[in-house]
């Protein structure tokens, strides 16, 4: 089955500087990744996500670009702000209409924390 | 804000106890599902659900069950043979089953007494 792994576990970095959280997949059927940011003591949202069939995705300061033949994917947010440090997560999936579909299976999830 | 509702916050279990996590939605989505979250280990699948009456074992389901009796309910319940029960609990749930979007409660944290 699918295993995801997530690099780093923590990252700090001074607000303003850029984050770059990574992950890769072992399915190589894999054709959807989000990412979701969990803050403390909240619920899990999406905050981003990609297809297979696009190599990057970006929505203001926040951006995912995947690889495919290395099968990773990541996740990088510039100009960095204090309400940014969360915790990240990956996740990949196989999404399509019928046929062969599988469950996200997600990282273990990055603590993000950006010092003011 | 609502949504996907989780009840209680906090639940403590004594030991040889079953106990039940509640979640409820009124998004009117088909498919639900249980995640267990552990410190550094990320959202694991414990059960899901596509439709009314239907409910599927995810990756570790040993020690849990669930009931799928109305749409906008999928409580779970963590049994006496769940060892090491103490975890976060996240309820979500989707338009449908594996759709581009999950909507995540709030949580229940279960402690052992």
């Given at each position: 089955g699918e295993n995801v792994e997530q690099h780093p576990s923590t990252l700090s970095v001074q607000e303003g500087d850029s984050a770059v959280i990574k992950c890769t997949y072992s399915d190589s059927a894999s054709n959807y990744f989000p990412?979701?940011?969990?803050?403390?003591?909240?619920?899990?949202?999406?905050?981003?996500?990609?297809?297979?069939?696009v190599g990057e995705k970006k929505d203001q300061r926040i951006?995912?670009?995947?690889?495919?033949t290395a099968k990773h994917f990541s996740l990088h947010i510039t100009e960095t702000q204090p309400e940014d440090s969360a915790v990240y997560f990956c996740a990949a999936s196989i999404?399509?209409?019928?046929?062969?579909?599988?469950?996200?299976?997600f990282g273990k999830g990055t603590k993000l924390s950006v010092k003011p | 804000d609502g949504g996907i509702t989780q009840s209680p916050k906090y639940l403590f279990r004594k030991e040889g106890q079953n106990v039940?996590?509640?979640?409820e939605q009124n998004l009117n989505h088909d498919?639900?599902?249980?995640?267990?979250?552990d410190?550094?280990?990320?959202?694991?699948?414990?059960?899901?659900?596509?439709?009314?009456?239907?409910?599927?074992?995810?990756?570790?389901?040993?020690?849990?069950?669930?009931?799928r009796e109305k749409k906008e309910s999928f409580?779970?319940?963590?049994?006496?043979?769940?060892?090491?029960?103490?975890?976060?609990?996240?309820?979500?749930s989707s338009?449908?089953?594996?759709?581009?979007?999950?909507?995540?409660g709030s949580g229940t944290q279960l402690s052992v007494l």
């Open positions: 990412w979701y940011k969990q803050e403390l003591g909240k619920r899990p949202q999406l905050i981003i996500d990609i297809r297979s069939n951006a995912v670009t995947l690889n495919k999404l399509g209409d019928g046929g062969s579909q599988g469950n996200l299976i | 039940t996590l509640s979640c498919a639900m599902y249980w995640y267990r979250q410190p550094g280990q990320g959202l694991r699948l414990i059960y899901y659900s596509q439709i009314v009456n239907d409910f599927q074992k995810g990756d570790i389901a040993e020690g849990y069950s669930v009931s409580p779970l319940t963590v049994t006496s043979a769940q060892k090491n029960p103490t975890a976060f609990y996240l309820c979500a338009i449908r089953r594996l759709s581009e979007k999950l909507f995540f």
